[in-house]
């Protein structure tokens, strides 16, 4: 089980609410502590039917415009609290990444940092960060081994690092971890070759389903970058990586990393922008048919995230200079959440949220797939404020080693 402290008795009545929704109608468990205003409510884990109806029940309530805005997660690069909660309070998106922009020098610090991001903790953002270890690494105090290491590394190694990298991103108020890097390469002039868990598909996929076990219950594991980085050497941070190699290739290869990491229970899955051109010439993260192939042939049920559509811009191809136009895009090739990070301001999120509604009101973005996309963001959101991730310091979850 997992604690979740709110503030006053109003709030710890919200809290029960809560608990009840989420636990399929059973009664929350009595208060375990109190310290003066706050108490701790004990909250007893939740099937995943509950979440998905309590999530239908959040979002049957929101208009469409709410709808929009929790399918997008932002960012503004700062560390003052008062600037980040006014920003996720006028907004109203359903998520932020920190980068290194946002993180202080200590870590109670950005304790208080995410817990301004949090305005509602009865339904928490998606406090994300890209917490690899190693060459990827925001938070400084992480001493847990990386990629450079692990690859060589057996699974058992590879739990406990990231059993031990999970604990510090909670710890930190962090409920999601875009952290596994399941791309798999031999190549060392691939850019993404310092951040793979293995060489080979069946090593990497060991590695990948051992991080995936090490991070379960702790943070919200991502495994990224869908359909594979491995295939081609470029950088897609700067250009779109494109290979001709085909479907039955890439599924004797690079999936079999994804596909281990899915079916070690990996709730979010990132969509990178590389394009496989004998199964789409689109870039994977604007592509119906990989997501179709993530759910159908990989069986992915949880939440598909974009990778930084800014990088769709710093590719210099006009066709994806409008970044609205690309969440867009990304949400009705089935992305539950789109990211927007490089060159974003104040003001980026709020026209990616104008551009979705007015694709639905035009008709070019089917109401029901924002409706879908919604309701497993809010589930997702819904379960971490049930367990207490993402919103108070974790008093039980100190690394070992």
């Not at 339904?123 to 060459?135: F, K, N, R, S, T």
């Amino acid at each position: 089980m997992r604690s979740v402290r709110r503030t006053g008795a109003a709030s710890v009545a919200l809290a029960a609410v809560v608990a009840v929704l989420l636990s399929g109608g059973g009664t929350p468990a009595t208060a375990a502590a109190t310290h003066g205003a706050d108490a701790s409510v004990v909250v007893e884990p939740a099937g995943a039917d509950a979440v998905a109806d309590a999530a239908r029940a959040r979002v049957a309530l929101m208009s469409v415009r709410e709808r929009a805005a929790s399918v997008v997660m932002g960012h503004i690069p700062t560390t003052d609290a008062a600037a980040l909660r006014s920003y996720m309070a006028s907004t109203g998106i359903g998520g932020f990444l920190l980068m290194g922009a946002n993180i202080p020098a200590d870590e109670p610090t950005l304790r208080g940092l995410t817990a301004a991001l949090t305005i509602d903790p009865a339904l928490p953002p998606l406090i994300a960060v890209d917490q690899e270890g190693g060459d990827v690494s925001r938070l400084p105090w992480d001493a847990f081994p990386s990629a450079l290491t692990l690859k060589a590394a057996p699974a058992a190694a590879v739990q406990d690092a990231f059993a031990g990298r999970s604990a510090l991103v909670r710890r930190a108020g962090i409920g999601v971890n875009f952290g596994i890097v399941a791309d798999e390469t031999a190549d060392p002039a691939s850019f993404i070759y310092r951040r793979v868990l293995g060489t080979t598909p069946d090593a990497a996929a060991s590695s990948v389903a051992a991080a995936v076990q090490g991070e379960a219950g702790v943070a919200a594991s991502t495994l990224k970058h869908f359909p594979g980085h491995g295939a081609t050497a470029a950088d897609s941070h700067a250009t779109i990586p494109a290979t001709p190699l085909p479907y039955d290739h890439w599924r004797a290869t690079d999936a079999v990393p994804f596909a281990a990491g899915v079916d070690a229970g990996a709730p979010l899955l990132m969509f990178g922008h590389l394009a496989y051109t004998a199964v789409d010439p689109a870039p994977a993260s604007l592509s119906a048919e990989w997501h179709r192939i993530a759910r159908e042939e990989l069986g992915f049920e949880g939440i598909a995230v974009t990778d930084d559509l800014g990088m769709l811009q710093a590719s210099g191809d006009p066709r994806y200079a409008d970044p609205a136009a690309n969440a867009v895009a990304a949400l009705a090739a089935g992305s539950d959440l789109v990211l927007t990070v490089v060159s974003s301001t104040p003001d980026t999120a709020p026209s990616i949220v104008d551009a979705m509604v007015a694709a639905v009101d035009s008709g070019a973005l089917p109401a029901a797939r924002l409706e879908e996309a919604a309701e497993r963001v809010a589930a997702l959101r819904l379960r971490i404020a049930a367990e207490g991730r993402g919103l108070v310091p974790c008093g039980d979850c100190a690394p070992a080693g």
